[in-house]
């Protein structure tokens, strides 16, 4: 039976990626969400306490993704994600005072531990020997894995995979920190230039992929809640949603491509990630330095990855349970002092935001990544996707792409009848 359609619930970026995915190959598509506007938590809005139009949080890619750049050439994004030429970290330690660069180079082959200058200041050739145990990881704890110590651990690894992996480097699973490696450090400089959407995450990811869907008549459907799902057999019979019922033909399959918490409800039976790490962003409706990196990791403080946007200087801070109740003023207080502390500047604090997600991403550890479901399930017409199912990846956006190109692939070639 020929595939006619395909319904899809959630327009985040695996929602949207699967119905990319689908519209290229000339099927029709309904895709829904609960929300107000598309993007899921990638999302950007105008800040009337800045003045500005801000995302929730600074989602990082790289030069490498691959799902990255074929999403964008698919709905033909022209904002270009901006970012260094060269795999190049920026860090500064707050305690001391010290700061340094790491230089990644180019190819497979990593030259650059090698160098004195390159590479983490204060560490040999030999310390970088345990990042061949990591590439190699099994599902255990990372520090079960290596010795989490040491100059590269504590000046290079364990900031660049807490802001991966969104957990805590020594609790996370090292079979997802390995993957973060083989993808980025492993494959050379090319691959790990870190790329951060500008202006917004909407120009660069979500405004595109609408806009390519209203071309081809398949708008999306925005403030439409689904609230159950029917079940006959082996496959959807119906969807309830806010506004409705919608029967479900045979010719037709559907995608869910919901928060994990909300899929458990709607599917019997479902394993999914259960826990859950925050995010916490701040914003400063002042221009950076002229000389700041448009990355720089901090280490010894609250704060973690500063961004230097034209108009404002973000914070980024991972895993922040512990920052989710502490009262906002004293969170940008915080963090201002900081960034003086960083950039070297003695400025009143600006005009700023605070932007708290409680739950960013699943909890990257081991036993929370065995929960992650495949996309495929039992029912013959339904599908999952978004970056808690089991992309091999930690919650990223390549993961949430990949994850829609992979269920609408199973759509494309399931048996329906």
């Known amino acids: 039976m020929t595939l006619r359609r395909v319904v899809i619930a959630g327009a985040g970026m695996a929602g949207l990626s699967a119905a990319v995915t689908l519209a290229r190959k000339g099927i029709a598509v309904s895709l829904s969400d609960s929300a107000a506007q598309a993007g899921g938590r990638c999302r950007s809005y105008h800040d009337p306490q800045l003045g500005l139009t801000i995302d929730n949080g600074n989602h990082l890619v790289l030069s490498g993704n691959a799902a990255v750049a074929r999403f964008r050439a698919a709905i033909g994004a022209d904002t270009p994600l901006a970012g260094p030429d060269e795999a190049r970290f920026a860090f500064r330690d707050l305690r001391s005072g010290a700061h340094w660069s790491v230089r990644i180079s180019d190819g497979r082959l990593p030259w650059w531990i090698f160098s004195r ?27 079960a894995r290596i010795a989490a110590k040491g100059p590269v651990w504590d000046r290079l690894l364990e900031p660049v995979l807490l802001a991966a992996l969104n957990t805590d480097p020594c609790e996370a699973s090292a079979a997802l920190a390995g993957a973060v490696l083989r993808e980025s450090v492993a494959k050379g400089g090319q691959a790990t230039c870190p790329r951060i959407a500008e202006p917004t995450l909407a120009s660069a990811f979500v405004d595109p992929a609408t806009a390519f869907l209203d071309r081809r008549g398949q708008p999306v459907r925005l403030g439409r809640r689904l609230k159950a799902i029917r079940f006959a057999g082996d496959r959807i019979a119906a969807l309830d949603w806010a506004d409705g019922a919608q029967d479900i033909a045979p010719n037709e399959a559907v995608i869910l491509a919901v928060p994990p918490w909300v899929a458990t409800t709607l599917v019997p039976e479902l394993r999914a990630p259960d826990q859950f790490r925050a995010i916490v962003n701040a914003h400063f409706a002042i221009a950076p330095p002229k000389d700041a ?10 704060a973690e990855w500063l961004f230097a946007f034209p108009d404002r200087i973000s914070v980024t801070v991972s895993a922040a349970d512990r920052l989710v109740d502490v009262d906002r003023e004293t969170l940008a207080r915080t963090f201002w002092t ?16 605070i932007v708290k997600e409680k739950r960013a991403t699943f909890a990257a550890t081991p036993a929370q990544n065995a929960k992650r479901p495949p996309a495929e399930t039992r029912w013959r017409n339904l599908f999952l996707a978004g970056d808690w199912t089991d992309t091999g990846l930690p919650a990223t956006i390549e993961g949430a792409l990949r994850s829609g190109e992979v269920a609408a692939g199973l759509a494309m070639r399931a048996r329906l009848a």
């Not at 040999?124 to 590439?135: A, G, I, T």
């Not at 900081?338 to 935001?353: H, K, L």
């Open 293 to 302: 990196p448009p990355m720089l990791g901090l280490l010894g403080g609250t």
């Open 117 to 143: 200058r390159a590479r983490v200041p204060g560490s040999r050739v030999r310390d970088y020997l345990p990042l061949v145990r990591l590439l190699r990881g099994s599902d255990m704890r990372i520090d």
């Open 338 to 353: 900081e960034i003086c502390a960083a950039y070297g500047i003695d400025t009143a604090m600006p005009r700023w935001q």
